[in-house]
């Protein structure tokens, strides 16, 4: 058995926008392609000048990054299981090659959940690896990843009947990821709202949502005691129209600077506690605004498994830092 660590970090790059990510991490070194995933030694966080001991993600386009990789030479098929499992639980495969011997590898791993995840529902935080195959005998893996969901991916039991619209699966991707939910008590303000996909999230959460937007949403949802419409444009209301809100979650189809002047007059009032932002590229996107999002202090910027040409923004006063690896540095 041999088993040696590898520099850098492994991205799972967002398929389809493969060419975002390359540009993110051509700052440096070229990364190395292996298989469909890309080995960079651009590190995924860098400080937060506002909290040194605390990681800001400064790469954005990929579905997963493994932070400590490590390449493994095995003997048997038993030898391979035996390395994975002698350092944590939870693996999951991303297999490119070596489909029959990887699957015989999983089968001697502990089990991974394959049901769809109720909502609500957290991510947990017991770390989840990555693990593939390079040929018959290595492996390539990371006990820790960025993200907390097998190779980033998050499916729910879909409601396929109530919500207006599928939008609905990514504010529920947020909260899980964000570990901080809205509940009965709080006051949410749903910009952009039609036709309603995150009011009614909002909605049967218990929460009292302001929903506005120049287009109706649901009848159905206007319909609730807990939900109030305004039609107007929600980017020319200033935060002291709205007063005092808990959540403001945006899915506004706009240009990223004119999402972000919105939020700054929002963080600037203190009116708000917590908010979820989809960032949406409107043809080539836009680094430059999205590291304006990353270096707000206890942001995070991702790509959500639901997201499409799109980024999400999440600052919650709860919410944890994105998990980086133990030995990190901003210069390794």
């Not at 002698?86 to 693996?91: E, L, P, V």
């Not at 015989?104 to 989840?128: G, N, T, Y």
């Amino acid at each position: 058995m041999d088993v040696c660590p590898v520099k850098g970090w492994v991205y799972q790059p967002v398929s389809g926008f493969e060419s975002h990510l390359l540009r993110e991490l051509s700052g440096g070194e070229a990364p190395r392609q292996i298989g469909p995933f890309y080995l960079s030694k651009t590190p995924p966080f860098s400080r937060d000048s506002a909290a040194p001991l605390v990681p800001r993600n400064v790469v954005f386009w990929f579905q997963n990054c493994w932070l400590e990789p490590f390449r493994a030479v095995f003997a048997s098929i038993s030898e391979a299981a035996s390395i994975l499992r002698g350092i944590q639980r939870n693996w999951a495969a991303a297999l490119f090659t070596q489909y029959r011997r990887g699957a015989l590898i999983a089968q001697k791993l502990p089990p991974l959940p394959a049901k769809r995840r109720p909502f609500p529902w957290r991510a947990p935080d017991s770390p989840m690896g990555a693990w593939t195959l390079l040929d018959a005998r290595t492996l390539l893996a990371s006990p820790r990843c960025a993200s907390p969901f097998p190779n980033g991916t998050l499916e729910f039991e879909e409601d396929k009947t109530r919500p207006p619209s599928r939008a609905y699966l990514k504010l529920w991707e947020a909260f899980a990821l964000s570990g901080a939910m809205p509940g009965a008590q709080d006051r949410c303000l749903d910009a952009g709202a039609s036709p309603g996909g995150w009011t009614w999230v909002l909605a049967t959460m218990g929460a009292a949502v302001v929903a506005i937007d120049r287009a109706p949403i649901d009848n159905a949802l206007v319909a609730m005691p807990n939900v109030s419409f305004i039609k107007h444009d929600a980017f020319t209301m200033k935060p002291e129209d709205i007063g005092p809100i808990d959540w403001l979650c945006c899915d506004v189809i706009c240009y990223p600077p004119r999402l972000y002047d919105w939020i700054e007059k929002w963080l600037a009032s203190g009116l708000c506690k917590n908010f979820i932002c989809t960032i949406k590229m409107q043809g080539e996107p836009d680094f430059e605004t999205t590291r304006r999002f990353a270096v707000i202090p206890g942001s995070r910027v991702t790509h959500l498994h639901h997201n499409k040409h799109e980024l999400t923004w999440i600052y919650t006063a709860q919410q944890p830092p994105p998990p980086a690896p133990a030995n990190w540095t901003p210069n390794t």
